[in-house]
């Protein structure tokens, strides 16, 4: 089947019936540069650094003229009269007016809460939350980059370092030995060992789930997922259960998405849009892509038949939903029967949705995010027919894995969302009902890139941390009161 059919120069799509112009693709649709539109035109009165002159600061201040993103868009083109604030719709048009808006939300937040260079000892003792009083105790220590871990029957927990090993914590005791029998894989900036599952009935058939970045010709390389059995300390019997053909490999090694998540009879998991992080594609639209996309298989791999796309000549079987960037987060919430996923948006427009048969997120066609250079990549943050996320983040937290809680040990966090962030070392309690995310509190901050969440088989909150400069740690929150 004629799977992967580039298309180049695709500046329209076509998306449930409209015509969706995409400035990104299109190089006469986009905008100029926002950090430059900034200098040239509103420095004069707002200051180089957003700190205000006569317009006054354009940091930490209470927004006069509406706060949301399309207020903001229309003070800038529309100007606001007789206040001394000028129109700019001669000269900024309505993507470069989304851009500046974005450009001032993250100027103004790098400023107020600069990414930390590092990340902080662990607070000791009892800390005080929202709901629940806790404490945070070390599992295990010196793990490169924890990128997941996963629960074993016996007790026993695996975990992966994204440097490619397959570790175990027995006992409370980190093993020195590792896992055998892992695939070849590469390890460059965000390419490695990723996700590690284990089968939901793992105690009789030992199958373990991994994904990873595989290896292709000419530095490219591609999400794989397999799946072996562990016999002692040796991964055996591998059988691929998703990968697509090494020419269609992409160079770069990022945007990889990766999480897996098994649902009754079906896996899903996710695919970034890979490629180099600077030039978007519209990969992730293309349904013969199976980049920028969540898939749903079978345990063995094999397609269900009911899947949204089965039977088109065009279509990769088992997407299940299309147009995410780089989903690094995939859960599911069994109180409600729904599957949540939050993925990574460039400069901006990090997103949390909720994942729907069939349904298009609509990257890079509408999104909240900028280009690296500042330049916008749609005017648009929402069109007819594209699901919009339930929350996003703008300026970026990179957005990592999500957990809902389903212990017993935090009563009132039952069913409730956590959520992780990379370069905002945010552990982040979402509460959650049928209309979406009604409370937002932070939990802590700053010590360390939050990795994976896992409710553990002891009730407590089980959360890998990626320290700066050393190595990383697998660590669990539990009640202050035993
Ligand atoms: C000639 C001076 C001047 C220039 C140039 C200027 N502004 Fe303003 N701007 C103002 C003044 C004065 C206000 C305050 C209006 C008020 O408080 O009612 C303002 C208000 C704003 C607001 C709304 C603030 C609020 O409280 O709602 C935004 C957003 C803004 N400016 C952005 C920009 C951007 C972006 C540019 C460049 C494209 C720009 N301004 C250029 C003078 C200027």
Redesign the pocket.
């Known amino acids: 089947m004629p799977f992967h059919l580039r298309k180049h120069c695709l500046s329209i799509l076509l998306i449930a019936g409209v015509h969706v112009s995409l400035a990104a693709a299109d190089s006469n649709a986009k905008g100029r540069d926002a950090g430059k539109?900034?200098a040239e035109?509103?420095?004069?009165?707002?200051g180089a650094k957003l700190e205000g002159?006569?317009?006054?600061g354009?940091v930490g201040?209470?927004?006069?003229?509406?706060?949301d993103d399309a207020?903001?868009a229309r003070?800038?083109r529309g100007?606001?009269a007789e206040?001394?604030?000028?129109g700019?719709a001669k000269?900024?048009n309505d993507a470069e007016?989304a851009a500046?808006?974005t450009?001032?939300r993250e100027t103004a937040t790098r400023k107020v809460d600069p990414t930390p260079k590092t990340d902080l000892p662990l607070p000791k003792g009892t800390q005080h939350s929202e709901e629940h009083d806790y404490r945070i105790e070390t599992v295990a220590e010196g793990l490169d980059v924890p990128w997941s871990f996963t629960f074993l029957p016996d007790g026993r927990m695996l975990v992966t370092e994204r440097a490619g090993r397959l570790r175990v914590i027995e006992n409370g005791v980190l093993r020195a030995e590792m896992i055998g029998g892992l695939p070849p894989l590469v390890v460059k900036d965000e390419a490695g060992l990723m996700s590690v599952v284990a089968h939901p009935d793992f105690a009789h058939n030992h199958w373990v789930y991994l994904s990873f970045s595989d290896p292709g010709d000419d530095d490219t390389a591609m999400t794989k997922i397999v799946r072996a059995r562990l016999q002692d300390w040796e991964l055996v019997e591998p059988e691929t259960i998703f990968s697509i053909p090494k020419e269609n490999y992409q160079k770069g090694h990022v945007l990889f998405g990766s999480r897996l998540v098994f649902v009754g009879e079906y896996l899903f998991f996710s695919v970034g849009v890979r490629g180099l992080e600077e030039k978007v594609t519209v990969d992730a639209q293309n349904l013969a892509i199976a980049n920028g996309k969540i898939h749903r298989v079978f345990h063995d791999g094999k397609i269900p038949p009911d899947n949204p796309f089965v039977g088109r000549p065009d279509a990769y079987p088992s997407i299940w939903s299309y147009g995410v960037r780089n989903p690094q987060g995939l859960a599911y919430d069994s109180s409600r029967q729904k599957l949540w996923e939050t993925e990574h948006g460039p400069r901006g427009g990090d997103e949390l949705n909720l994942v729907k048969r069939g349904a298009n997120y609509g990257w890079p066609v509408v999104t909240h995010g900028m280009n690296y250079d500042g330049t916008p990549i749609s005017e648009k943050t929402e069109a007819p027919g594209l699901e919009s996320p339930v929350i996003h983040w703008t300026p970026s937290i990179a957005v990592s894995e999500i957990e809902f809680y389903s212990g017993d040990k935090f009563s009132k966090w039952k069913h409730q969302l956590f959520l992780g962030s990379l370069a905002g070392q945010k552990f982040l309690r979402l509460a959650v009902d049928e209309s979406g995310v009604t409370h937002t509190e932070e939990i802590f901050k700053n010590h360390g890139r939050v990795r994976d969440i896992k409710t553990g088989p002891d009730g407590m909150i089980y959360v890998a941390l990626e320290c700066i400069g050393k190595l990383g740690k697998i660590v669990r929150i539990v009640p202050a009161v035993p």
């Open positions: 539109i900034y035109l509103c420095a004069n009165c707002h002159g006569k317009g006054g354009l201040r209470a927004w006069k003229h509406g706060s207020s903001m003070s800038i100007g606001i206040s001394g604030m000028p700019f000269s900024v007016a500046l808006v450009f001032i």
